[in-house]
């Protein structure tokens, strides 16, 4: 009996724990929109590809490690909620509001593909826009597919999103082998700088970077000096960076974290080892990068795929109203920065494909509309162009250093062929 | 090269062996492995983070106010989460116990400043265990070793969450005495001022710690405990404030850790992920009961972990390898090595 009443009464405590504290991950658009999944009473033939859309709302998914060892890279999703209420602020697209449902995944596959599946059997969302990493988008990669539900803008440069064509999976990030295409043609045409060694994580990240930077210096009749591999979960880089100073190059390749990076340069430091550091873009954030390694990113050279965080560039700056206005709002802690404004970079083409795909808006119009992008370049990235059997929107970068904290364009805008 | 290897390698061992010693000294009172070490130490990074980065404080006033809040941490941890386990009569720590975890909560952000709400649950599940307390006919069981045990995997669990939910997921840089980046030269060898502080402080923690538990009255009182509490009780010990103090002494030099580590790279909350296994590893290569076993566990470690780095092809990557597999081979090697020790009755 009284076990009975215990039991009860346990129950009403979690009841009441889970009322209590609603989860902070839903992003709302305007707070007195009431919320409105798909509308049941279609017709069976256009349900599925309508899904999502109402006369008032277009439902949008995106997965993100709010919490976890990736949760620096949360702030693309809040970036993504800050853009669609700027959209939604300007009146949203053909009356409609976008909602942006994000869930967190702790960027750890299994919970991505069961976030993902509710987002589409349970919300029903029209589509997918952004997610960060490989390896949570490559469990939920097939089945999206299988579902034809648009899935725009992976948050990683991965060149698996586009190996294998896939009609609603539309990729903006410039591969991993362009980019280190790129950085091996500036250090060999422009820098002058032959011998290279590269410290590389020992990922598909990484190893992509590897292989595309091992095929650029063969092709000039070239070799790396030395490929030393960091683990993610290393902590200590004293040796890796000793190995790389035995093979005395002029130059190093980082394809790795931020916090790797910022142990590789500063036991480099340490060891009296002074080569040209050249990064990819995942370490483009060159205040950050300034802040974490004590000021020893100074002339660091990096490549980036989207317009600087602290540039001049109209949009840029209208972006970064839309932090102060709305991403501050949501979360007081949250910075400005290249993570923050990559949710605006991969939500982009999908936002201009749904003012294209007009009123009467479904998943394949939505598709077609993206097909029709060429050279678009209204957005903070550059020339994204799709078509019937394109599916990588960007395959530019620029390169830029670090200079007093602040990045500084190197370049202009170079394609990778 | 090999002395350069094997001074990084000895430098990496002192941390390693730090986290092992913190461990060893609530394992040997205790019998509890204290999985929650690695992130007492994170937490007092962040304590350090606060008080030079945000307050400004300067680093005289604000590094002993960091240990003295780090060893306030560890005995707060013991007092309300394994003491309301281990005395179920313990009501007012386990009041505080909630308490702390919505203030917690609140802090991070997760309990939305409707403060009625967090009371309400608060004296809710309050009178839920005061209900099953009264009614249930048999007492509610004592945890075993191992029920305590995974207490502390569920404070490592809090303080990660804690740190993750206060600071954020971003990374900091704490701001540090003693350059790690400035090396200078001593035969072949590069040094940093770091290295220095981290060889001398270990060494000086490793000595007090001895002459601590050898010639003080608490560290003989601490002995006592291990070897048997009840005895220790008659005595007139408070095993209760022993533990406490356990865990006080062992975020002391936990703390010490986690601000040499900081030191050398970005501060998030995962910065004692890593050095935690590897301390648990050192430790049990040591033996878990050995203060001394604990330093050369984690030197040994360290020197290994260099050596295979350094000279393997793709070295880099088995040498984290190396640690676990060490553990096997201990275990292997002495199946009753780690957790053996308490079936056997001391005496």
């Not at chain 1, 449902?101 to 969302?125: F, H, N």
């Not at chain 1, 109203?321 to 991969?346: D, I, R």
């Not at chain 2, 878990?288 to 972990?305: Q, R």
Request: aromatic share 10%; hydrophobic share 50%; charged share 20%.
């Amino acid at each position: 009996m009284t076990r009975k009443l215990t039991i009860i009464l346990c129950i009403l405590a979690a009841a009441m724990l889970v009322t209590g504290c609603p989860p902070k991950e839903e992003a709302e658009a305007p707070a007195e929109e009431p919320v409105k999944p798909a509308e049941p009473e279609q017709p069976a033939e256009t349900d599925a590809a309508k899904t999502g859309v109402t006369d008032d709302t277009i439902l949008v998914g995106q997965w993100s490690p709010q919490t976890g060892p990736a949760a620096l890279w949360g702030a693309v999703a809040r970036g993504t909620a800050a853009y669609f209420e700027m959209i939604n602020a300007e009146g949203g697209i053909h009356g409609r509001k976008l909602k942006l449902l994000i869930r967190d995944d702790s960027y750890q596959a299994p919970k991505t593909k069961a976030a993902v599946m509710e987002l589409a059997e349970k919300e029903g969302v029209f589509a997918f826009v952004g997610g960060v990493g490989t390896g949570p988008g490559m469990a939920v990669k097939d089945y999206l597919k299988e579902k034809k539900i648009p899935w725009i803008g992976p948050a990683s440069g991965s060149s698996k999103w586009t190996e294998e064509f896939n009609r609603y999976l539309f990729s903006l990030y410039p591969t991993y082998t362009d980019e280190a295409k790129a950085l091996v043609r500036y250090l060999l045409e422009t820098a002058k700088k032959d011998k290279i060694a590269m410290l590389y994580q020992n990922d598909d990240y990484g190893k992509e970077g590897l292989e595309a930077a091992r095929a650029e210096l063969k092709k000039h009749g070239k070799e790396l000096l030395a490929e030393v591999s960091v683990e993610m979960t290393d902590a200590d880089l004293k040796s890796h960076v000793l190995k790389l100073k035995q093979a005395k190059p002029q130059a190093v390749i980082l394809f790795v974290l931020p916090k790797h990076a910022a142990i590789a340069v500063g036991t480099a430091a340490k060891l009296k080892f002074k080569p040209l550091w050249v990064s990819t873009s995942t370490l483009s954030d060159a205040p950050l990068m300034h802040k974490i390694t004590k000021g020893l990113w100074e002339g660091v050279v990096f490549d980036t795929f989207l317009e600087l965080p602290d540039s001049d560039h109209p949009r840029v700056k209208k972006y970064r109203e839309a932090y102060e206005k709305y991403g501050l709002k949501a979360n007081p802690k949250e910075q400005w920065g290249l993570f923050f404004m990559a949710g605006f970079v991969f939500a982009e083409p999908f936002v201009e494909a749904v003012k294209k795909a007009g009123p009467d808006l479904d998943r394949e119009k939505l598709v077609e509309a993206l097909e029709s992008l060429d050279k678009w370049d209204e957005g903070i990235g550059h020339n994204i162009t799709f078509g019937p059997k394109r599916r990588q929107g960007q395959k530019a970068v620029f390169l830029a250093t670090c200079k007093k904290g602040k990045a500084v364009k190197l370049t202009d805008w170079i394609e990778i062929e | 090269m090999f002395l350069q290897l094997i001074v990084m390698g000895l430098a990496t061992g002192c941390l390693y062996a730090l986290i092992a010693l913190a461990m060893v000294i609530i394992y040997k009172t205790s019998e509890i492995l204290n999985f929650s070490q690695g992130e007492l130490a994170m937490v007092g990074a962040y304590i350090a983070f606060l008080l030079l980065d945000t307050l400004g404080l300067p680093f005289a006033v604000a590094l002993p106010l960091t240990f003295l809040l780090s060893m306030a941490l560890g005995a707060l941890c013991e007092l309300l989460f394994l003491q309301p386990a281990r005395e179920r009569a313990r009501v007012i720590p386990l009041i505080l116990l909630w308490a702390f975890t919505f203030f917690v909560l609140y802090l991070a952000g997760f309990v939305e400043p409707g403060v009625p709400v967090s009371l309400a649950v608060i004296v809710l599940v309050f009178a839920v265990w005061m209900t099953a307390e009264t009614f249930s006919k048999r007492p509610l069981r004592k945890p075993t070793l191992l029920g305590l045990i995974i207490i502390t995997l569920g404070l490592e669990m809090v303080l990660y969450g804690g740190a993750g939910g206060i600071w954020g997921a971003g990374q900091e840089r704490l701001p540090s005495p003693v350059s790690d980046t400035a090396g200078f030269e001593v035969g072949q060898v590069y040094l940093s001022g770091l290295d220095l502080i981290t060889f001398g402080g270990s060494v000086l923690i490793m000595l007090l710690l001895f002459l601590f538990f050898r010639y003080t009255r608490l560290g003989v009182a601490m002995k006592a405990t291990a070897q048997n509490p009840l005895a220790a009780r008659l005595m007139g010990i408070r095993p209760a404030r022993i533990y406490s103090f356990t865990w006080a002494l062992a975020a002391l030099v936990g703390a010490f850790a986690g601000l040499l580590t900081a030191s050398a790279q970005p501060l998030d909350n995962n910065l004692m992920m890593e050095p935690l296994l590897k301390g648990f590893a050192a430790a049990v290569l040591g033996g878990m009961h050995s203060l001394a076993g604990a330093v050369l566990g984690g030197c040994l470690l360290g020197v290994i972990e260099s050596l295979v780095a350094g000279y393997l092809p793709d070295g880099t990557q088995y040498k984290s390898t190396v640690a676990f597999m060490i553990i096997i081979l201990v275990l292997c090697i002495r199946p009753s090595g780690l957790l053996g020790r308490h079936f056997v009755k001391k005496v």
